[in-house]
T-cell receptor
Framework: EDKVVQSPLSLVVHEGDTVTLNCSYEVTNFRSLLWYKQEKKAPTFLFMLTSSGIEKKSGRLSSILDKKELFSILNITATQTGDSAVYLCAAQVLNAGGTSYGKLTFGQGTILTVHP | EAGVAQSPRYKIIEKRQSVAFWCNPISGHATLYWYQQILGQGPKLLIQFQNNGVVDDSQLPKDRFSAERLKGVDSTLKIQPAKLEDSAVYLC?????????????FGEGSRLTVL
């Protein structure tokens, strides 16, 4: 059974701190790793990673994938209260026929709380 | 571009009643997904459509849940009869891709409370 595990489950920091969120996966026919941010509504897309060792950056957020060790990290520098949310990672897999229809298997999420 | 539309946003029912949720994906998106998100957990895939065909419904509790996407556009998810453990947010997502990696676009979700 496909499995995605995130750690820590929750994290409380103060504004300005740097945080690292972890995501490990064990899935069949891995295609890509996606990160989403979820506030009290729909998950919003952050990053998609398909290649090992290539960092993706967007402002204060960055992420990298290690396909050998089957994990990804999401870094947030100089955190702000607006970063408070649940961060979800998901593994995208190919279907049994070898073509990808984009199915995502999600981890349980990391709850990040940033205090002023 | 309009996003994924879902309705109703909130629904409260008693156990053993039935409920239906509607989703209209982003125009032109071939793939549509229904996810169930129980409080404190990540979303879990219930069913995946490619146009109007089912690609994956392996985790759909078929004794009580059903879903259709008759014309390959909007979709309906039904629960009958509902159980207490069905209390969750039901997220609809769509993707333009028929193959290859790509992000999913999510709707705001339909929150179901079963009493």
């Amino acid at each position: 059974e496909d499995k995605v595990v995130q750690s820590p489950l929750s994290l409380v920091v103060h504004e300005g701190d740097t945080v690292t969120l972890n995501c490990s996966y064990e899935v069949t026919n891995f295609r890509s790793l996606l990160w989403y941010k979820q506030e009290k509504k729909a998950p919003t897309f952050l990053f998609m990673l398909t290649s090992s060792g290539i960092e993706k950056k967007s402002g204060r957020l960055s992420s990298i994938l290690d396909k050998k060790e089957l994990f990804s990290i999401l870094n947030i520098t100089a955190t702000q209260t607006g970063d408070s949310a649940v961060y979800l990672c998901a593994a995208q897999v190919l279907n049994a026929g070898g073509t990808s229809y984009g199915k995502l298997t999600f981890g349980q999420g990391t709850i990040l709380t940033v205090h002023p | 571009e309009a996003g994924v539309a879902q309705s109703p946003r909130y629904k409260i029912i008693e156990k053993r009643q039935s409920v239906a949720f509607w989703c209209n994906p982003i125009s032109g998106h071939a793939t549509l997904y229904w996810y169930q998100q129980i409080l404190g957990q990540g979303p879990k895939l219930l069913i995946q459509f490619q146009n109007n065909g089912v690609v994956d419904d392996s985790q759909l509790p078929k004794d009580r849940f059903s879903a259709e996407r008759l014309k390959g556009v909007d979709s309906t998810l039904k629960i009958q009869p509902a159980k207490l453990e069905d209390s969750a947010v039901y997220l609809c997502a769509s993707s333009p891709r028929t193959g290859g990696a790509g992000e999913l676009f999510f709707g705001e979700g339909s929150r179901l409370t079963v009493l």
